[in-house]
Every structure is written in structure tokens, then in C-alpha cells.
């Protein structure tokens, strides 16, 4: 059977894969992915805490899986934001590489 601990253990490992992301690549879209990889890892630690945790009567605590909706929406709203940013960034710049981009203006 699966524990918490199985849970925790597979997203604490995907939280360090896209903070290593985050870290050491230089494509934006590399690190866009690698940040949304990090928000999948707490909704995934999110949903393991609500489900291993049982109430008084018995049944698993929902609360945190509405908590995990409201950020998979955010990170919707981001995605749409972020691309359209990076899509500017290229038609100006012709570049998606983050030391190419070295000031705000355009």
C-alpha cells in the first residue's frame, strides 16, 4: 500500500527537479516549465496531506483539494500571462535565452 511518506517523497523529488530547472537553465520556456513542474509538486504533497488525513468520522479531509483548484486556476492565469510575455520578449529581442535579456525596455 502507498504511504504519505511514498507521496512526499515522489514530490519533494519533482520539487527538486524544477527548482534545479528554475536554477540552472537559460531557455525562459525552460524555466516557465520548470516552475510550473514546482507548483505540481505542492498540489501533489496538498492532495497526499488531504488524503491521509481522516476527520472525526472517518473520512478524508477535502479542504486542501479545493485549495489545489484555486491553484491549478492560478497557475491558468499564469500560464496565458507568462507565454504572452515570452512571446513579446521574442518578437523584440529574437531570443528566448535569460542572459540575452538584460533590460526591461524594449
Known amino acids: 500500500m502507498t504511504t504519505l ?7 519533494g523529488v519533482l520539487f527538486a527537479i524544477g527548482f534545479s530547472g ?9 524555466i516557465f516549465m520548470a516552475l510550473e513542474l514546482m ?4 498540489n501533489l ?4 496531506f488531504s488524503r491521509f488525513r481522516l476527520g472525526d468520522d472517518g473520512l478524508p479531509n477535502y479542504n486542501a483539494q479545493v485549495l489545489v483548484f484555486f491553484i491549478i486556476t492560478v497557475a ?6 507568462g507565454l504572452a510575455i515570452i512571446v513579446a520578449l521574442y518578437r523584440a529581442r529574437r531570443t528566448t535565452h535569460v542572459e540575452d535579456i538584460n533590460s526591461l525596455k524594449f
Request: glycine share 4%; hydrophobic share 65%; charged share 15%.
Open 5 to 11: 511518506g511514498d507521496y512526499l517523497t515522489v514530490s
Open 76 to 81: 491558468a492565469a499564469e500560464v496565458a500571462v
Open 39 to 42: 507548483l505540481n509538486a505542492a
Open 22 to 30: 528554475v536554477l540552472l537553465r537559460r531557455n525562459v520556456i525552460i
Open 45 to 48: 504533497s496538498l492532495v497526499a
